[in-house]
């Protein structure tokens, strides 16, 4: 039984808005731990991981498209 996701219930153009900030948190927080600044380094781990999350929702997407079309 496939997990309920958070990205679930959004449309794709969320998802890319989603995936576009989660990129900048994620390019935020590899600058703040270069220079020190960040105490919780697992912040860089959870965002990758929403970032992979989101990849594999749009990418189930797509391919359950391509199946409706064939």
């Known amino acids: 039984m496939a997990r309920k996701n958070e990205f679930d219930d959004m449309d794709l153009a969320g998802l890319a808005d989603e995936l576009r900030a989660s990129k900048h948190e994620a390019l935020n927080?590899?600058?703040?731990?270069?220079?020190?600044?960040?105490?919780?380094?697992?912040?860089?781990?959870?965002?990758?991981?929403?970032?992979?999350?989101?990849?594999t929702v749009i990418r189930q997407r797509e391919i359950a498209a391509a199946e409706a079309e064939s």
């Open 29 to 55: 927080l590899r600058f703040r731990n270069a220079t020190g600044q960040l105490e919780k380094t697992s912040e860089i781990r959870a965002v990758r991981r929403r970032i992979a999350r989101i990849n």
